[in-house]
């Protein structure tokens, strides 16, 4: 029996009498033998099935990923929203000054508004992981709901500048929550042959938001009154009443049920996921199993423990990705494409319509992760991702220094186009998956948090600094602002090949193992796991009986 089992009965232990002890503590490791047991058979189950067939057991669980997913989409409409209404000349006109016959957003204000949403997701994010420890994840989304109703009223009735990023930094706080449940939903709920893919949903969710802002956008943005960029914050109205309409229906989340020991109510959790009455024993036991190997090293566990020995590297491993997404360009491509389009010479109108093409290769690129995200693996499709983004990245500045040729900007624009494509089909989507998947259960929450946070503390870093780089008042590097992306790049190439391990088809049990007897990242896809013999061992058994 491990100790972590032991603790769990040392109460009732003490309260028994001498010449029963004995009795009771084997009946008592007679029960964790069998849980063990039950535990070691689901993960092996679990890794037999193939994606149909975990799809066609668990469809339920498919279908409240697609829920988590829809979230992000959420999410990411108020992010693409939020960047590109700069790009709208009313808006422009309305909140900015005049420059050279148009209308520019002061640089100080510019940044602010794209800044300061991002410190707010990061806010909360990091808080939005304590409350989902406590709370649990359902009731901290409705919770999430409200504040964005909040947000989103704000940010239509603005008529004043200050007032808008108000409800910018209101409607951060809830992006930051949003973000961090959808993942830890879509990780905790996906069957493990869907995992990669369940989670990639959040790639694909976040090229989804974009494209349906950028057509909004289309059709809204040459108005010549405030509802030019009001109707876009208007339409998360919608988007948001989904999610509310469906959370009644949402199950909480067994895994945490399991770790406030509500055991019956993690089992009407499960049952409304799907799982039979035949299979409950056994998943059952597989999150007790999980859960015990774990509790001594995370027990009473804060933010301070994620960076603790036994834990640190997990943390990095975990946080990394989503960091390098930050760090290799696509706030910069993202943000201001649709504003370098225009810089580059082109209407209003058409710069949307070439914005809505960057939006369908973004959502051709996350559609194209999902196939290649366990094909590949994580760290290998992660790593010539960056391969590719650092070559596209320097090709765009070398023809960023070529300001006078407009063949050189269309170029530009095109490579730019090429990034979206690359970056959604790769590291847009591994980055998630390895959030969602390599965290300790105990730590999910705050793990991800912290991934969130430190992306978004890059970007708010970015939002600050870019305006000031790129802006034709400022610096007016404009295209060239690609060489520092790229440069960058190159470093995020070299973390990734020497520490990034490959953790697809792994259980969570089976990284639990792996990182606490410290395998070395580059031996992660070829070690045997002890929990893999076991549950060979009892798969084997099991036939023989």
């Avoid at 029963?20 to 490791?29: C, L, P, Q, R, Y």
């Avoid at 409950?280 to 036991?285: C, D, G, L, S």
């Avoid at 061992?537 to 099991?542: A, E, G, K, P």
Wanted: proline share 3%; net charge neutral.
């Amino acid at each position: 029996m491990s100790d972590p089992e032991k603790n769990a009965f040392t109460p009732a232990l003490n309260d028994i009498k001498a010449e029963d002890h004995a009795v009771v503590t084997g009946k008592i490791e007679t029960v964790i033998v069998n849980n063990e047991h039950l535990g070691h058979l689901a993960n092996f189950e679990d890794h037999q099935l193939t994606k149909l067939e975990a799809a066609k057991k668990h469809p339920w669980q498919v279908v409240w990923c697609l829920y988590a997913a829809w979230i992000v989409i959420l999410a990411s409409f108020e992010g693409l929203a939020g960047g590109n209404v700069i790009g709208i000349p009313q808006f422009r006109k309305d909140f900015g000054k005049p420059f050279n016959g148009d209308y520019v957003l002061d640089g100080n204000w510019q940044s602010a508004i794209n800044g300061g949403p991002n410190a707010s997701v990061a806010i909360g994010s990091l808080i939005t992981a304590y409350w989902a420890d406590v709370f649990g994840r359902k009731w901290l989304l409705m919770f999430g709901c409200l504040i964005g109703y909040a947000g989103i009223t704000l940010e239509i009735t603005a008529n004043t500048i200050a007032m808008f990023f108000a409800g910018k930094l209101i409607n951060g706080f809830a992006i930051g929550l949003y973000l961090n449940l959808s993942v830890t939903l879509l990780g905790e709920f996906a069957p493990l042959a869907l995992r990669g893919v369940m989670v990639s949903l959040s790639a694909v969710s976040y090229s989804i938001g974009p494209l349906l802002a950028t057509i909004i956008m289309n059709f809204t943005s040459s108005k010549d009154d405030q509802w030019a960029y009001r109707a876009i914050f208007a339409s998360q109205y919608g988007f948001l009443a989904i999610v509310t309409i469906f959370w009644f229906f949402l199950p909480e989340s067994p895994w945490w049920l399991m770790t406030k020991n509500k055991e019956e109510q993690a089992q009407r959790s499960l049952r409304k996921l799907g799982v039979s009455e035949e299979e409950m024993p056994k998943r059952m036991a597989y999150i007790r199993l999980t859960l015990a190997k774990i509790r001594n090293e995370t027990e009473g566990v804060t933010y301070l423990e994620c960076f603790r020995a036994s834990n640190l590297r997990r943390t990095i491993i975990t946080v990394a990705p989503l960091t390098i997404q930050a760090l290799c360009g696509i706030g910069f491509i993202g943000s201001y494409f649709t504003y370098y389009v225009q810089l580059a010479g082109y209407e209003t109108q058409e710069s949307f319509h070439i914005t809505i093409g960057q939006q369908i290769l973004s959502l051709t690129g996350s559609c194209t992760s999902l196939f290649l995200i366990d094909r590949m693996g994580r760290r290998s499709l992660t790593f010539w991702s960056l391969v590719g983004l650092t070559i596209l990245l320097m090709l765009a500045g070398g023809l960023g220094t070529q300001t006078e040729n407009p063949a050189a900007v269309k170029g530009v624009i095109a490579f730019e186009l090429l990034y979206t494509l690359w970056y959604n089909a790769s590291i847009a989507a591994t980055a998630y998956t390895l959030l969602a998947e390599t965290a300790t259960t105990r730590l999910r929450g705050k793990s991800i948090a912290l991934g969130v946070a430190l992306q978004n503390a890059v970007f708010t870093m970015w939002s600050f600094v870019l305006p000031y780089i790129f802006n034709p008042d400022q610096a007016n590097l404009g295209a060239k602002t690609a060489f520092i992306f790229g440069g960058i790049s190159v470093l995020c190439m070299l973390y990734i090949w020497f520490y990034q391990p490959e953790t697809a088809g792994r259980s969570f049990e089976e990284l639990d193992e792996l990182f606490m007897k410290r395998v070395p990242a580059r031996q992660f896809k070829g070690y045997k796991t002890d929990a893999e013999s076991q549950s060979e061992l009892v798969r084997q058994q099991q036939a023989l009986n």
